[in-house]
């Protein structure tokens, strides 16, 4: 069966400091996948999508980057972090990009930006 | 545009009780529609969701959601509230994306309380 993994599930950092999430995703080739971003108190709002290795398609223009080095990772990054990047981030995989396809969810990590 | 409008940010209901959350959805295409769960600081699961057919879907957990095009309405029932029930609930639908793929647009999501 599939499983799909994110680390750190709980992540304290300075404004200004990097940042690096990582989700993989075990059980499954080439799926796509998905970075979403929880705010307090909001629905989620999708942040990126991959469909490939190094194929990476933004939502939304912000301080934040993804990267896909291997089929089943997918990583969100920052160089210098925000106040309103704090948020529950989640990742998410489908198999297909069909109207369809149900995507999954990971665990989360809570991001808290001080 | 596909959009989700999920009425009520908080929905109380007693142990035992009908659990009644509210979708309507616009879609300028047929929908495709989904219901997930989050527990606190946990990830979504899916309950259930709609492609085509039949029109009553039913989900995990005693869930189900009548698909009513008429309406533009997917609502989640559960005939009795369980305290395991507590968590938020969002709807969503699929919309096309950027590059011929689609994504799952989220309503704004419904918090259950379930109380003795």
């Known amino acids: 069966s599939q499983t799909i993994h994110q680390w750190p599930a709980t992540l304290v950092q300075p404004v200004g400091s990097p940042l690096s999430l990582e989700c993989t995703v075990e059980?499954?080739?080439?799926?796509?996948l998905y970075w979403y971003r929880q705010a307090a108190g909001r629905g989620l709002q999708l942040l990126f999508y991959?469909?490939?290795?190094?194929?990476i398609s933004s939502e939304v223009p912000q301080n934040l980057s993804a990267s896909r080095p291997q089929d089943r990772q997918f990583i969100l990054s920052s160089k210098k972090l925000l106040l309103s990047d704090s948020g529950f981030y989640l990742c998410a995989w489908s198999a297909g990009t069909g109207v369809s396809d149900t995507q999954y969810f990971g665990p989360g990590t809570r991001l808290t930006v001080l | 545009a596909q959009s989700v409008t999920q009425l009520g940010s908080h929905v109380s209901v007693s142990e035992g009780a009908l659990v009644l959350l509210r979708c309507n959805y616009s879609?300028?295409?047929?929908?495709?529609l989904f219901w997930y769960v989050q527990y606190p600081n946990q990830g979504l699961q899916l309950l259930l969701k709609?492609?085509?057919?039949?029109?009553l879907v039913k989900g995990i957990n005693g869930f189900e959601a009548e698909f009513k095009k008429s309406e533009t309405s997917f609502h989640l029932t559960k005939p009795s509230a369980h305290m395991s029930d507590a968590a938020e609930y969002f709807c969503a639908v699929s919309a096309p994306f950027s590059g011929g793929y689609n994504k799952l647009i989220f309503g704004a999501g419904t918090r259950l309380a379930v109380h003795p």
């Open positions: 059980g499954t080739s080439n799926p796509n």
């Open positions: 991959s469909v490939g290795i190094g194929q």
């Open positions: 709609y492609t085509t057919g039949a029109t």
């Open positions: 879609s300028s295409v047929p929908p495709y």
